[in-house]
């Protein structure tokens, strides 16, 4: 194992050990615990709790009705169906009114003119409720062969169209709607119809945002106060930096708003640097998962044994047995037997040597049965912990949580709540292995 080194407390704690894990693989097995529940009544007891029914079966009250359902069974659910698809054909009904006082204009009282001289007859109370702006022009409205008049001007007359139909129905055809949606989106935010902008924004992210036209888009957003689909259009350019940054969009960004360009770029540095740290956390999970996978092994060998090493009251498998289901069991039965074997005394020692000592110590970290325990030294590195310092004993303690979180081996919330929030001078409770 390559020796980590982070910026944070994992990075720190990777200082402890050296290990060559490349063997450290193991699936978590399911542990079942059935109950087998036996209860015993009083005989006596539960005569008298129980009436005796059985003097009343001659009576004449066979034919006793059944008793009404409870309350929440499936007749509620049922009633609670029925009356919500009720209300859905109402909503349906009175949308179907709004269009059809629209398509058919019926009483209309106002005009409203729109780019190429086209006119829309509509009715003033419906567009004064749905949108303030509207209201206060009808205020100002000036009179046109007999009906008051307002114009929406720089936009298509078919998207003011489908605009003031949205205002009576909250309807829209589908390809009306994919043509016109810029037009629609500024409409809905001059003239304040929230809905609308909603819808608006909903059809840019699915049908509309493209490389060459999201920096516009980010630009427009941010005018028509959209943070939705300005944050999109951000995570949009960070992803593909590299080809949105040779778009024409992005060239005239940089000459008319340097400053959002500088935005852009811090993002994408503060993106690239969570996606390092990211990526370096994943790879100190992993550590911690093996040396977990490793400290099983070990227990593994030490008490049950293996194939071709293990205690002396154990029959060993042999070198032909099946393949154990701890896969970093051939790891440390080959660093066990160097580390028996080895005779290296040279300055600095051995490391194979030194990353079995390292096992060994954090074995005994997470050990409760050191006076049982078969692993070698267990007992030995347990005195030991009463003479380290704090600041030793404390980085010893976080490296056997963090090795225990990997796995999700925590007995209870309750531990690993303690767990998580351990102080730098506190001792970290462990779980055995």
């Given at each position: 194992?390559?020796?980590?080194?982070?910026?944070?407390?994992?990075?720190?704690?990777?200082?402890?050990?050296?290990?060559d894990?490349?063997?450290?693989?193991?699936d978590?097995?399911?542990?079942?615990?059935?109950?087998d529940?036996?209860?015993?009544?009083?005989s006596?007891?539960?005569?008298?709790a129980?009436?005796?029914?059985?003097?009343?079966?001659?009576?004449?009250?066979?034919?006793?009705?059944?008793?009404?359902?409870?309350?929440?069974?499936?007749?509620?659910?049922?009633?609670s169906?029925?009356?919500?698809?009720?209300?859905?054909?109402?909503?349906?009904?009175?949308?179907?009114?709004?269009?059809?006082?629209?398509?058919?204009?019926?009483?209309?009282d106002?005009?409203?003119?729109?780019?190429?001289?086209?006119?829309?007859?509509?009715?003033?109370?419906?567009?004064?409720?749905?949108?303030?702006?509207?209201?206060?022009?009808?205020?100002?409205?000036?009179?046109?062969?007999?009906?008051?008049?307002?114009?929406?001007?720089?936009?298509?007359?078919?998207?003011?169209?489908?605009?003031?139909?949205?205002?009576?129905?909250?309807?829209?055809?589908?390809?009306?709607?994919?043509?016109?949606?810029l037009?629609?989106?500024?409409?809905?935010?001059?003239?304040?119809?929230?809905?609308?902008?909603?819808?608006?924004?909903?059809?840019?992210?699915?049908?509309?945002?493209?490389?060459?036209?999201?920096?516009?888009?980010?630009?427009?957003?941010?005018?028509?106060?959209?943070?939705?689909?300005?944050?999109?259009?951000?995570?949009?350019?960070?992803?593909?930096?590299?080809?949105?940054?040779l778009?024409d969009?992005?060239?005239v960004?940089?000459?008319?708003?340097?400053?959002?360009?500088?935005?852009?770029?811090?993002?994408?540095v503060?993106?690239?640097?969570?996606?390092?740290?990211?990526?370096?956390?994943?790879?100190?999970?992993?550590?911690?998962?093996?040396?977990?996978?490793?400290?099983?092994?070990?227990?593994?060998i030490?008490?049950?044994?293996?194939?071709?090493?293990?205690?002396?009251?154990?029959?060993?498998?042999?070198?032909?047995a099946?393949v154990c289901?701890?896969?970093?069991?051939?790891?440390?039965?080959?660093?066990?037997?160097?580390?028996?074997?080895?005779?290296?005394?040279?300055?600095?020692?051995?490391?194979?040597?030194?990353?079995?000592?390292?096992?060994?110590?954090?074995?005994?970290?997470?050990?409760f049965?050191p006076?049982?325990?078969?692993?070698?030294?267990?007992?030995?590195?347990?005195?030991?912990?009463?003479?380290?310092?704090?600041?030793?004993?404390?980085?010893?303690?976080?490296?056997?949580?963090?090795?225990?979180?990997?796995?999700?081996?925590?007995?209870?919330?309750?531990?690993?709540r303690?767990?998580?929030?351990?102080?730098?001078?506190?001792?970290?409770?462990?779980?055995?292995?």
């Amino acid at each position: 194992m390559r020796r980590k080194h982070g910026r944070n407390d994992g990075g720190q704690l990777m200082e402890c050990l050296e290990l060559d894990s490349s063997h450290f693989f193991v699936d978590s097995d399911a542990i079942d615990s059935p109950l087998d529940i036996h209860l015993e009544f009083n005989s006596l007891t539960v005569a008298k709790a129980v009436p005796d029914h059985s003097r009343y079966s001659q009576s004449g009250c066979s034919n006793v009705p059944d008793p009404p359902p409870l309350p929440g069974t499936s007749y509620g659910a049922q009633r609670s169906s029925r009356n919500a698809k009720a209300c859905s054909r109402v909503l349906e009904e009175v949308l179907d009114s709004g269009d059809k006082l629209f398509q058919e204009g019926y009483q209309a009282d106002l005009r409203v003119l729109a780019d190429g001289g086209s006119e829309i007859l509509s009715h003033s109370c419906v567009l004064g409720v749905k949108s303030p702006v509207l209201r206060a022009m009808l205020e100002e409205a000036k009179l046109k062969h007999g009906l008051p008049c307002i114009r929406i001007p720089g936009a298509p007359s078919e998207a003011v169209r489908v605009f003031i139909r949205f205002l009576y129905s909250s309807r829209f055809e589908q390809e009306q709607m994919k043509k016109h949606v810029l037009h629609l989106f500024l409409l809905s935010h001059v003239f304040l119809v929230p809905s609308l902008k909603t819808v608006c924004i909903e059809q840019l992210e699915r049908n509309f945002l493209a490389p060459d036209n999201v920096v516009d888009m980010l630009q427009l957003a941010r005018l028509c106060d959209a943070p939705r689909l300005s944050v999109i259009c951000t995570r949009m350019i960070v992803a593909d930096f590299k080809t949105i940054s040779l778009s024409d969009g992005w060239k005239v960004m940089r000459q008319a708003n340097p400053s959002l360009e500088q935005e852009l770029l811090e993002s994408l540095v503060e993106a690239d640097t969570k996606r390092q740290e990211r990526a370096e956390r994943i790879e100190e999970n992993k550590v911690y998962l093996q040396l977990y996978e490793a400290m099983e092994a070990l227990v593994h060998i030490c008490r049950d044994g293996c194939r071709t090493i293990g205690p002396r009251d154990q029959a060993l498998k042999g070198s032909g047995a099946a393949v154990c289901k701890f896969p970093a069991c051939r790891g440390i039965e080959l660093l066990v037997r160097h580390f028996s074997a080895c005779r290296v005394r040279v300055p600095g020692g051995c490391g194979n040597c030194k990353r079995m000592w390292q096992l060994l110590e954090l074995h005994s970290r997470m050990c409760f049965t050191p006076d049982t325990c078969k692993v070698p030294l267990c007992r030995h590195f347990k005195e030991k912990m009463q003479h380290l310092g704090r600041k030793e004993e404390t980085k010893w303690n976080l490296l056997a949580c963090k090795v225990l979180e990997s796995r999700g081996t925590m007995s209870s919330i309750s531990e690993r709540r303690n767990l998580s929030t351990v102080k730098p001078t506190d001792s970290c409770r462990m779980v055995p292995i």
